[in-house]
Nanobody, 124 residues
Framework: QVQLVESGGGLVQAGGSLRLSCAASGRTFRFAMGWFRQAPGKERNFVAALDFNGQSTGYADSVKGRFTISGDNAKNILYLQMNNLKPEDTAVYYC??????????????????WGQGTQVTVSS
């Protein structure tokens, strides 16, 4: 029903910025959305989330104040603006969609659709 494709990852120096995009196809209306990341040897961790109305947001403590989640509903694109990047932000970043209303949701198990991921590497 839903396909998600991330883009915008790359290599940046500490303190730099990146904007990740997640293009959605299929029905995404009233779907809560989120961003997660997974570093080598680590579990997939919550980064940021948006409720199904695109109104309420939630952030991991480690990125709060630096990252901003937003969506362009008309274009079916989810964004993650990442500022003041740190080496510990290095990971594969995934966007996700939940097949339910409500949110924001903070756990991977609450999401039903996932993109392939995009690599973000922050050098020191």
């Amino acid at each position: 029903q839903v396909q998600l494709v991330e883009s915008g990852g790359g290599l940046v120096q500490a303190g730099g910025s990146l904007r990740l995009s997640c293009a959605a196809s299929g029905r995404t209306f009233r779907f809560a959305m989120g961003w997660f990341r997974q570093a080598p040897g680590k579990e997939r961790n919550f980064v940021a989330a948006l409720d199904f109305n695109g109104q309420s947001t939630g952030y991991a403590d480690s990125v709060k104040g630096r990252f901003t989640i937003s969506g362009d509903n008309a274009k079916n694109i989810l964004y993650l603006q990442m500022n003041n990047l740190k080496p510990e932000d290095t990971a594969v970043y995934y966007c996700a969609a939940a097949s339910r209303v409500g949110g924001p949701y903070f756990r991977p198990m609450e999401y039903d659709y996932w993109g392939q991921g995009t690599q973000v590497t922050v050098s020191s």
